[in-house]
């Protein structure tokens, strides 16, 4: 069986989390530069005097596709890279996938990742 990792981090904790991903064996993974915001709604910034509210708050969405027996683990590799102890670290969660395939070869499923 196979799950899907998807993780909401800030912009400056991806060389982090690439680096953990991979150190894991990780083989690839996507990532899109995303805004949202979580509890805190958004944030307010100071510039040249001004201030202004910033709804929306810059982060980045890593999905990663793995055996589900490794999420778990894999997981808590992200959180570990990811956190700063700040509000806004992010969330994690995972999603069963039905089947994979590999558009260049017709792998399927675990022969895919």
Do not use: C
Not at 24 to 36: A, P, S
């Amino acid at each position: 069986m196979l799950e899907m990792i998807t993780a909401i981090i800030k912009p400056h904790q991806l060389d982090n989390v690439k680096d953990a991903l991979l150190a894991e064996g990780v083989e690839g993974m996507t990532v899109t530069e995303v805004r949202g915001f979580g509890r805190q709604r958004g944030k307010t910034e100071n510039f040249r005097g001004s201030e202004y509210k910033i709804d929306f708050v810059p982060k980045v969405r890593i999905e990663v596709v793995v055996k589900a027996e490794s999420s778990a683990h894999l997981i808590t590799v992200i959180a570990d890279a990811a956190r700063t102890g700040k509000i806004g670290d992010g969330k994690v969660w995972t999603t069963p996938i039905g089947s994979l395939l590999r558009v260049r070869t017709g792998e399927m499923d675990i022969e895919a990742i």
